[in-house]
């Protein structure tokens, strides 16, 4: 405390304030600060401004917090100066001028800046501290703010040549703070960050402190985890010679910025997130690059480690490093990038990482410091100061750039508006002259300034360095501030405000361009770590279309640079501004050294002696005469008799200064010096203090009286109740007492009666017991008597009964006889009378139904003629009815005649505008008002319709009209059950119409007008609202206090949007309620809707009782309207008319694109008999708009154009379209190989018409290139239509090409059977022929048409036109409008992004809710109507047809109800896959299907039943197989992670822990799992798969969904000991002789899913289809997983006693037999018998080689054999016995005929069996003689022939050559090796030409089947036709890579 005292008591040094120097010059005011700084003074005021000296060392107690507490409500100048003051008073001057303050501080780098920051800052916080204790509030806030400056240091700031902590970036510090005082948040606003510096930095200079930091204080498990080591090894950091700097603790700054990244909220995943960035950015530093066909990653070791880091693949980084991609008419073509564009790449890949990176940390910093809108605030600003180095660069002309314009916002402040106010005023004063920076400022920024010829220059494809200085000097070379030097070099001046500044122009170009290219961004945004894809989510794609066009160009650094400048000055402006200049007094950081030359240059830059002269001068302090007297009204006396303010600021200024020096008067105004105000400020305070206490004492009096009453009431009070509560217990004994005694008495005489009563009670049982004893006995012997009497009865009446029976038997006897005798003689009686009965009846019968005849006859006689004369009636009535109708009509057709005689009728195939539900059900809502609304009479369609009143309400260019107006929330049809929870039958349920309006809830009988009321609930006294859905029944319960209501929707849709206002009703307070009674009116509940885009025209209509009356007349019906009065019905026409597409009239903007174009309509909604019609359309910014003539006067209809539509791209496969039938299909040649054979032998074109009833032999014709002949493939068409017969027979006609390439036909006729002919139309002809020849025939051009086809909501268009520029221009143009409309968003993906917020934020209880809230997120049992998210419209128009895909959204609700009854499945195999091909197919689907499957994952109540452990099957194998879409993988993780949490020990938990671990490997599949992948996914384990060798031989390995081939083969690889092996080996997919090699990044289950695919094909009888359009196929062999070499680098030193020298041998015995190594007969005979003594071992009698093609290659025995060259063998004549054979007679174009008539092996079999038979004996013949040869012997010979030819370990493909100076043969082997590329003859070892790969400067296949090779120094390109453009390009690549390796690895 004695030292802070003494610290502030001590004697001043010169002058504290400058502006009261006398001797007013800059020596004087350098000698002033120099004295100050001496004496450790190093703050000094001009006026309100602080000049801070940098001391360079620490002042004890200077900062302490006693000091801070001294300054405290002090004004400037009361104490020395200190920045403290400054920050006092920013504080106070929020409430004294009622404005956002901010604090400006200056000065050159190292001048102490960024200290006096956090100097501010602390204050600030402390005097937050001290009023929040007051008012009870939290600290936190502050705590935080100055937690992040550790942050901000260690990202943003370096060490520069003149200051060790330099801001590299600009940083505005906002604090708000409440009107008590305390800050309630904050926001750090980020300026101008120096992104080069992640790349450079001078020398002696250093990167950001965080790199260091990491290294070197990280604990060793984050270094290894990242792959870091010394800081010397890594190039961003290390390229300026200074890393370590003694002053700067690196390890202490890591600790600080891990705690602080802590304090900020920041989980350990995220922490380790921004770790990994910066890890990753100093290995990308390491990346270099070298030439080899284009730039190549030279190290992928370093790329490895670093696309580890940002979890994106090696392989994809590398590519978007080294090539650049561009979109050329659909297709993407990659070009690679030269040495010095690749490191441009690389470095602008770091410096955006860290830029966003950066950006990230400032938000995150924000959100745990966010703020809602308070009182005002305080600004800092931290900007890098001026620089003016040796050498400045870039870097240095941005700054100081940016130093301009501080310096001019510090002139216009201090002198430029001050002295303007002065003049404005009228005051009396003679203008200061200070220095304008603004004539430097506009040579920078101004037009065709130095920035705008640098962003120039930068967008130049050639711009260097150079052009850009020569633009500069000649544009500015005469500017006054613009130097140029006299010496010729690269370096261009400035003369700034701080002096002059030469800058090097080299490399400026370089570091102003942003080179972060498209495909950077696309690699970037496919990272699997979020955190790396939230910091470019909002970067948008430059190639997108829907990028505006201005914005097509990137910006440059510099403009970057300019506009975040231009942002800075905006929040500058809007506050009041307090300035701070640091000085540096020595250019060494040395304490105590005062350089007076350093230090006067910076008074004189900064103008300094011009703002003490003003602040001498002039009156800082300036206050309107109203605010001045309402200020100091306790200083003005009570005898001021004026009443006006501007005499009382006179009066009150002439009693403290009557000389008028220190205050002036203006017209509005008073003008002070500071110390006046400063003295009014003091005696203001004073007085307001001597009148306070007095209102205190006052106060305090009447507080004290009323005390003092209040205390003597409560004690009369208590003295009251004293005394009472003594006589109310005297009384209260009394009464008990008096009790007591009552109470024993009454006792005693009880105690009495009770034991009378007792003695009674004894009595009286003893006389029951007497008598009931007595009772017994006598009842006893009764019952004994009884019995014996009894007894007896029995005995007689069993002797009378016996006797009795006896007699009856006797009488019965005798009955029996007389009966049956008088039975029998009544059978003979009645057999009579029936005889005599019957013949009687029979003739009374006959005369009954000769009367019934008569009288029917006579009935019907009656009724006809009674239906008759009924019948005349009615006609008659019909009649008068139908004249009386047809009146009415007559009558109503004349008063609409004027609406109808602009009414045409509609065309067959009009349009109508695609009213699209799905945007009303998805929240959007328009920002433009309602045109019109109001209450209309409308009668809609015929004339007998009513007139009903409806409320109209035009908006978003939709007429809607509704039963009333809109007032309620909601209404609709519901079934309810009232009256407790019971269950009612359904027929005593009642259908109501419920009305939610407010918080009330009313049901009625109907929806009409006027309907009764039944009942109304209040939603807000409701107890809960409970989703009681079950089973299908979609039904809620409203429980209120007295019953519970029952209700039932008709879906469940309808159910959720009543579920969820309700729910929003009851939750809702006042506000939010009166929000959701002020929404616009919903399409959805209006009775019915109109696009106005359908309208043809609005008219008014006389009607007689309709005097206000008007129609709206569309192509389908007309709207009779009548409005209330005129003026209502003329506002409706204009409202109706302003978009009236019959007489609407386009603006020049308005139209897009507009032109003629033939339609046709397809998709969902078709009818039969579609026709093609011609129709101009217009393109605007809404919709396609589409009329039948250019006048623009019928317009048949308007397609709206959303985010969901689609076009399609015009198919270049495609290109021509004729009207042919539909059931025609024609296929397309292949423009560049024959379909077959050798193309020669398609020279004769003729068409064979076979006996069949359809044209056999006709097809498309392709011209070969070759000749001008066609070629034909064989195609079956059918008759034509109008064909005679049945069955035709065709002669055999001839096509050819002409000298003219015009089709030349003779097919005009047909002879068909019977001998009848049939004349084939042009228009057949055009249905019959497709033709593709190089120069298309003239009369093709007048059918070709390009199509693009429009999928809108309801209707898909094929739209065509004849030109392919302007299809292209139409998609182009269609598409850049449906990527302009807002994005439509789902109630689920809303619900979603609450989700992820809720989640992010740690609010548990809110996500708890939103599922309350919402049912739509939750397991439902019924059928879904809708997808959950947006999907595009339209069929789905590809090869997917033929599998019956129909629409998107259909599919989706397919899938959902496949998850529905999915536990029912037996076996859910096929269920499965059907679900994952689905996805495969049809790629929208794929995020759709994850949202279903964790909507039905959600709130189950039991966690393992079947139907949800099944989905969780089909969730675990969705994520083994799909990658979803970042918001839905977030969404998926989210909700795994969840469930698990809620049920951690079940089934479902281990399946969801599968799933989620899934999702962290997956890879991009071609094909869905196969069945034992399914299975072992369902069995959460890994599948095994084979892989076989050579030999036979094979193994097992354990794979899972997304094991690459790589990691198979390295696995392989280091279980067979080949690590140290010479070549390399790779995966193969083989098939007999088949193969083709598997790329590293490969899944092998895909691999093996196409494999079960192929089977499953052959099973179907469509064997090879699939395969042998990619070249692979060999009949009846099995497909393998075949592990094999794949590079050959050193064939010569591999081992014979390896493994390797197997793989090598085999493989080399291979191509032999494959006819790919060029060897003679007789050499290859020497192989084939060398092969038979390794495999079999000598030869013994009867040996025989069954299969030839093992040993020899038998191909060689198809062709003519060619020349043989011999270099390892004598060459010898063949044999004879092989020569002749089957073939010696046979002409060679017979046998090509033969060859290509050949359709199966078995013929050539038997057409070369006879050379095959000498070829084997000529074999065996040479393997007799190599008996006693060992097998290894055997193979070491055949090793060494091999290796014999210098070309060893080529890879020869059989390719086509095509080159224009015909210096190769048509057919040659391309090889391919180690070194180099080689063209060779066929069977020839010496190439023709070779080509190494340094020479090679690009390769490619630009079209499918055609590879080039553009080499250095050749002037054509090298064109090949091949179907194994992949491979070659595959191993050309590795070969390349394995250069770039070896060149690594030898030192330099």
Not at 1526 to 1555: C, D, N, W
Request: glycine letters at 4%; proline letters at 4%.
């Amino acid at each position: 405390m004695a030292e802070t005292v003494k610290i502030l008591q001590a004697p001043q040094a010169g002058l504290s304030d400058m502006a009261k120097l006398q001797d007013l010059n800059v020596e004087s005011i350098l000698e002033n600060i120099r004295q100050r700084f001496e004496a450790d003074q190093i703050y000094t005021y001009i006026g309100s401004i602080l000049a801070a000296v940098n001391p360079y060392k620490t002042i004890p107690n200077l900062y302490d917090f006693e000091v801070m507490e001294a300054y405290d409500k002090r004004h400037i100048g009361d104490l020395p100066p200190h920045i403290y003051a400054i920050a006092n008073d920013t504080y106070y001057s929020m409430w004294k001028q009622t404005a956002n303050q901010c604090v400006l501080i200056s000065g050159e780098s190292g001048a102490g800046k960024t200290e006096s920051t956090k100097f501010i800052l602390n204050y600030l916080s402390k005097m937050s501290q001290a009023s929040a204790v007051e008012t009870g509030n939290d600290v936190s806030v502050e705590k935080c703010i100055l937690q992040s400056s550790p942050i901000l240091e260690a990202f943003g700031n370096a060490k520069t040549v003149y200051n060790n902590n330099s801001s590299r970036f600009g940083k505005f510090i906002q604090l708000a703070f409440s009107s008590r005082g305390v800050i309630e948040g904050g926001k750090v606003q980020d300026y101008l960050l120096e992104k080069n510096r992640v790349v450079g930095q001078n020398p002696g200079e250093r990167n950001y402190h965080i790199f260091y930091a990491l290294i070197l204080g990280a604990p060793d498990e984050m270094k290894q985890k990242l792959g870091l080591g010394a800081p010397e090894k890594y190039k961003y950091i290390n390229q300026s010679g200074c890393i370590k700097d003694p002053n700067i603790n690196d390890q202490q700054i890591f600790s600080e910025v891990n705690e602080a990244l802590k304090d900020m909220k920041l989980n350990d995943e995220q922490v380790s997130d921004v770790f990994e960035l910066l890890g990753a950015i100093l290995h990308i530093g390491n990346l270099d690059f070298i030439t080899a066909g284009g730039a190549q990653v030279s190290s992928m070791s370093v790329l490895k480690q670093a696309a580890d880091l940002l979890s994106v693949d090696e392989y994809q980084l590398a590519n978007a490093l080294t090539e650049k991609t561009r979109l050329l008419r659909g297709e993407l073509i990659s070009t690679p990038l030269d040495e010095h564009q690749a490191r441009d790449s690389r470095d602008s890949l770091a410096m955006n990482l860290y830029a966003r990176c950066f950006h990230w940390i400032i938000s995150r910093i924000n959100v745990r410091i966010r703020t809602k809108p308070t009182f005002h605030s305080v600004g800092v600003l931290d900007i890098f100061g001026f620089e003016n180095f040796e050498v400045n660069r870039f870097e240095q002309f941005n700054i100081n750039f940016a130093n301009e314009k501080l310096q001019e916002y510090f002139n216009k402040h201090i002198f430029s508006l001050e002295q303007h106010e002065y003049n404005a005023e009228g005051l009396d004063w003679v203008d200061i002259d200070w220095q304008d920076n603004g004539e430097c400022l506009d040579l920078i920024v101004r037009k065709l300034g130095l920035l705008s010829l640098i962003d120039e220059e930068s967008r130049f494809p050639k711009g260097t360095d150079g052009t850009m200085l020569d633009k500069l000097h000649s544009n500015h070379a005469k500017n006054g501030f613009y130097i140029k030097p006299r010496v010729n070099n690269s370096k261009f001046g400035i003369k700034h405000y701080a002096g002059d500044v030469f800058y090097e122009t080299t490399g400026f170009l370089e570091k102003n361009r942003d080179t972060f290219r498209d495909e950077m961004l696309t690699t970037i945004k496919e990272s699997r770590s979020d955190f790396i894809y939230d910091l470019f989510e909002d970067m948008q794609e430059s190639s997108q279309p829907n990028a505006a066009k201005k914005n097509r160009k990137k910006p440059t650094v510099s403009s970057q640079f300019q506009e975040s400048l231009h942002s800075l000055m905006s929040t500058l402006s809007a506050c009041n501004p307090y300035f701070v200049r640091c000085i540096k007094p020595n250019s060494t950081k040395a304490p105590n050294a005062f350089e007076k030359t350093l230090t006067l240059n910076q008074l004189r830059y900064s103008g300094m002696l011009e703002t003490v002269k003003i602040r001498r001068a002039g009156f800082p302090v300036r206050r309107l005469f109203d605010d001045f007297v309402r200020r100091y009204r306790p200083l003005l006396g009570k005898d001021t008799q004026s009443s006006h303010s501007q005499h009382k600021c006179i009066s009150l200024l002439s009693s403290y200064e009557s000389t008028n020096q220190k205050w002036q008067i203006g017209r509005t105004k008073v003008f002070l010096k500071e110390d006046l105000e400063i003295k009014l400020e003091r005696d203001r305070a004073e007085r307001v203090e001597t009148l306070v206490t007095k209102a205190k004492a006052c106060f305090k009096g009447y507080l004290a009286r009323k005390a003092y009453k209040a205390t003597v009431a409560k004690i009369v009070f208590v003295q009251k109740y004293c005394r009472m509560y003594r006589q109310r217990r005297r009384f209260l004994n009394l009464k008990d007492a008096t009790i007591t005694l009552q109470r024993y008495e009454r006792g005693r005489k009880a105690r009495q009666l009770f034991h009378v009563m007792m003695e009674e009670r004894r009595l009286e049982e003893e006389r029951k017991r007497e008598e009931q004893r007595r009772r017994a006995e006598e009842e006893q012997r009764e019952l004994e008597r009884l019995k014996a009497e009894a007894k007896l009865r029995e005995l007689e009446e069993l002797q009378a009964k016996l006797e009795e029976e006896a007699r009856i038997k006797a009488e019965e006897e005798a009955a029996q006889k007389k009966r049956e005798e008088e039975e029998r003689q009544r059978v003979l009686q009645k057999a009579k009378a029936i005889e005599t009965a019957k013949r009687l009846e029979e003739e009374q019968a006959k005369i009954r139904a000769e009367e019934e005849r008569l009288k029917l006859e006579n009935e019907l006689r009656i009724r006809r003629e009674e239906e008759a004369l009924r019948l005349e009636k009615e006609e008659a009535e019909r009649l008068v009815e139908e004249k009386r109708l047809e009146e009415e009509v007559r009558r109503r057709e004349e008063e609409l005649a004027y609406a109808m005689q602009q009414f045409e009728e509609a065309d067959q195939d009009s349009e109508y505008q695609d009213d699209d539900p799905d945007e009303d059900s998805v929240s959007r809502k328009s920002d433009d008002l309602q045109y019109w609304e109001g209450y209309l009479n409308m009668k809609c369609g015929g004339m007998v319709n009513t007139w009903k009143k409806r409320y109209c309400v035009l908006r978003d260019e939709t007429l809607m009209w509704f039963r009333a107006k809109q007032e309620a929330l909601k209404s609709g049809w519901l079934m309810k059950k009232g009256g407790g929870t019971s269950t009612l039958s359904r027929r005593n349920w009642r259908k109501r119409f419920f009305v939610l309006k407010g918080i009330e809830l009313a049901y009625y009988e109907s929806d009409s007008d006027g309907a009764p009321c039944k009942g109304i609930i209040n939603i807000k006294q409701t107890k809960d609202i409970l989703d009681s859905s079950f089973g299908r029944e979609s039904s809620l319960d409203i429980i209120t206090d007295k019953r519970t209501y029952h209700i039932v929707a008709d879906n469940a849709d309808d159910l959720s949007e009543w579920f969820s206002i309700l729910m929003r009703v009851k939750n809702a307070n006042e506000y939010e309620l009166k929000q959701m009674q002020d929404e616009d009116a919903n399409p959805k509940n209006a009775i019915g809707t109109l696009d106005v885009a359908v309208i043809d025209s609005v008219v008014p209509v006389h009607l007689q009782t309709k005097p206000n009356a008007f129609a709206i007349i569309t192509a389908e019906r007309v709207f009779n309207m009548s409005a209330d009065s005129p003026e209502d019905m003329n506002g409706w026409l204009k409202a109706l008319t302003q978009y009236h597409k019959g007489q609407r009239t386009y603006s020049k903007e308005e139209i897009l694109m507009s032109g003629w174009l033939t339609k046709e309509n397809t998709g969902t909604i078709s009818r039969p008999g579609i026709t093609r019609k011609k129709r101009y359309f217009i393109l605007t910014s809404h919709s396609l708009d589409i009329y039948k003539s250019v006048d623009l006067q019928h317009k048949l209809g308007a397609i709206a154009l959303n985010r969901l539509c689609s076009v399609t791209v015009p198919d270049d496969k495609m290109f021509k379209e004729i009207d042919y039938p539909p059931e025609l299909v024609i296929m397309n040649g292949n423009r560049r190989s024959p379909p077959s054979g050798n193309p020669e032998s398609n020279r004769r074109s003729s068409f064979s018409f076979g006996r069949k009833s359809s044209i056999s032999g006709l097809a498309t014709l392709s011209r070969p290139r070759s000749n001008s002949r066609p070629y034909v493939r064989d195609y079956d068409l059918p008759l034509p239509t109008n064909s005679p017969v049945a069955s035709p027979t065709m002669r055999r006609r001839k096509l050819s090409w002409g000298k003219k390439s015009k089709i030349k036909m003779d097919l005009r006729t047909a002879m068909f059977q019977g001998g009848r002919r049939h004349t084939w139309s042009s228009k057949m002809m055009r249905n019959l022929f497709r033709c593709y020849p190089r120069s298309k025939p003239s009369w093709l051009h007048d059918l070709r048409t390009w199509k693009f086809t429009i999928h809108s909501r309801r209707y898909s268009y094929n739209l065509f036109t004849p030109s392919n520029d302007e299809a292209w221009k139409w998609t182009y143009a269609i598409q850049e409008v449906i990527d302009s409309k807002p994005p439509i968003e789902t109630p689920s993906q809303i619900l979603i992004k609450e989700l992820r917020e809720a989640s992010l934020n740690g609010y548990n209880d809110e996500i708890d809710k939103i599922y309350k809230l919402n049912p739509i997120l939750r397991n439902v049992p019924y059928m879904l109507k809708s997808p959950l998210l947006p999907l595009p419209y339209g069929q789905i128009m590809s090869s997917n047809l033929d599998k019956g895909y129909t629409t998107l959204q259909d599919e989706a609700v397919k899938i959902f109800n496949v998850l529905q009854g999915s536990e029912q499945l037996p076996d859910p195999m096929p269920v499965i896959q059907g679900i994952l091909q689905t996805c495969q197919d049809l790629k929208p689907l794929q995020d759709e299907v994850y949202c279903q499957l964790v909507k039905q994952t959600t709130w189950v109540k039991d966690a393992d039943n079947l139907n949800n452990l099944r989905n969780w099957q089909i969730l675990c194998c969705m994520c083994c197989t799909f990658i979803p879409s970042r918001s839905i993988l977030r969404y998926v993780r989210f909700h795994i992670k969840r469930q698990v949490e809620l049920s951690p020990k079940t089934q479902m938990a281990a399946y969801a822990g599968y799933a989620l671990e899934a999702l962290k490997r997956t890879r991009t599949r071609e094909f869905v799992p196969s069945r034992d992948e399914i299975i072992a996914i369902l069995g959460r384990r890994d599948m095994n798969a084979t892989v076989f060798c050579h030999g036979g031989g094979s193994c097992q390995i354990s794979i899972n969904s997304s094991t690459t081939a790589g990691q198979v083969i390295h696995t392989l690889v280091k279980g067979m000991n080949l690590d140290s092996c010479y070549n390399r080996f790779s995966l193969y997919e083989k098939s007999g002789l088949v193969e083709k090699a598997i790329d590293d990044r490969s899944v092998v289950a895909d691999i093996l899913a196409k494999f079960e695919s192929q089977n499953a094909q052959n099973d179907d009888g469509n064997k090879d289809s699939r395969f042998r359009a990619r070249g692979l196929s060999d009949r009846g062999k099995p497909w393998q997983l075949f592990f094999k070499l794949f590079c050959f680098l050193d064939t010569q030193s591999v081992k014979p006693d390896s493994i390797e020298y197997s793989f090598l041998f085999e493989q080399a015995h291979e191509e032999v037999i494959r006819g790919k190594f060029p060897a003679t007969d007789e050499q290859l005979i020497h192989l084939s018998a060398l092969r038979m003594q390794f495999d079999k071992g000598d030869y013994v009698h009867g040996d025989w080689i069954n299969d030839l093609t093992e040993v020899y290659p038998v191909d060689r025995l198809k062709v003519k054999p060619k020349e043989d060259n011999d270099f390892g063998f004598q060459q010898r004549d063949r044999k004879d016995t092989f020569i002749s054979g089957t073939l010696r007679g046979i002409g060679e174009k017979t046998l090509k005929r033969l060859q290509k008539s050949a359709s199966d092996d078995n013929i050539l079999e038997s057409v070369y069996r006879d050379d095959v038979s000498a070829t084997i004996t000529a074999i065996i013949d040479k393997w007799r003689t190599l008996k006693g040869t060992s097998a290894e012997r055997a193979q070491n010979i055949y090793m060494s022939f091999m290796r014999s030819w210098k070309y060893f370990g080529s890879r020869l493909f059989e390719v086509e050559c095509h080159d224009g100076r015909q210096t190769y043969p048509k057919n040659i082997w391309l090889s391919v090796n180690k070194s180099m590329v080689a063209v060779h003859k066929i069977n020839d070892p010496n190439p023709l030409d070779e080509f190494p790969y340094e020479k090679i400067l690009s390769f490619g296949a630009p079209i499918p089947n055609e590879y080039k090779i553009i080499v250095e120094g050749r002037r054509s390109e090298l064109t090949f036709d091949t179907t194994e453009v992949f491979e070659i390009a595959k191993l050309m690549k590795a070969y390349i890579n394995e250069i770039v390796k070896k060149r690594n690895m030898i030192p330099a």
